[in-house]
């Protein structure tokens, strides 16, 4: 007996898989950066001192931003690779702490040319509280990434759902107009 088949599964799973292979892959990239990202020599008694507190990143934070100083910037995020250029914002002041959750604390800043918020995020890392460039690893490892990859997903999912059951009604149908016209 020939059965026609109406789902391919394995090829339906696959494709249902996809968006979460995609977050596995780009945890994996944020946990094998998280072991390259910082450089220790931001991490000695010096550092861990000068930047005990986030406040004391958001407060050195602010004449950097202003001056828009790339080299100084490198202090604060604690990274072996600082930024590639920085605006220069002179009238950027910092208002206050807009929001703190379990890793990241939330530091509004204004500025009075232009009206534009920026927030800029710091977080414990090794002792010392560090600036956090808003990139990939950050949205990762906030959990930034849920506001994103969620609809995205079940749109996906909803896109496969679609496309699937359009084609067991065409295979359906298909083997309908065989019995019926031969």
């Known amino acids: 007996m ?12 696959g494709l249902m898989l996809v968006p979460i ?8 990239y944020a946990k094998i950066n998280e072991l390259t990202r910082y450089d220790p020599a931001y991490f000695t008694e010096e550092f861990l001192e000068r930047y005990h507190s986030p406040g004391m990143v958001a407060i050195a934070l602010e004449p950097i931003l202003r001056e828009g100083d790339v080299d100084s910037i490198r202090e604060l995020l604690g990274t072996r690779r600082g930024l590639n250029k920085l605006e220069a914002r002179p009238d950027l002041i910092l208002v206050f702490l807009l929001e703190a959750d379990e890793k990241y604390f939330h530091y ?3 500025d009075s040319s232009d009206y534009n918020r920026v927030l800029q995020y710091i977080r414990k890392w090794n002792g010392r509280y560090v600036l956090s460039r808003m990139d990939l690893y950050y949205y990762m490892d906030s959990g930034q990434w849920k506001v994103f990859a969620g609809p995205l997903a ?16 065409y295979r359906r149908t298909k083997i309908a107009r065989i019995k019926m016209y031969g």
Do not use: C, Q, R
């Open 2 to 13: 020939n059965k026609e088949k109406y789902i391919d599964w394995p090829y339906f799973i």
């Open 154 to 169: 079940a749109a996906w999912w909803s896109l496969v759902i679609v496309v699937t059951v359009g084609v067991v009604a």
């Open 21 to 28: 292979v995609v977050v596995g892959l780009l945890f994996l």
């Open 108 to 110: 509004l800043f204004f």
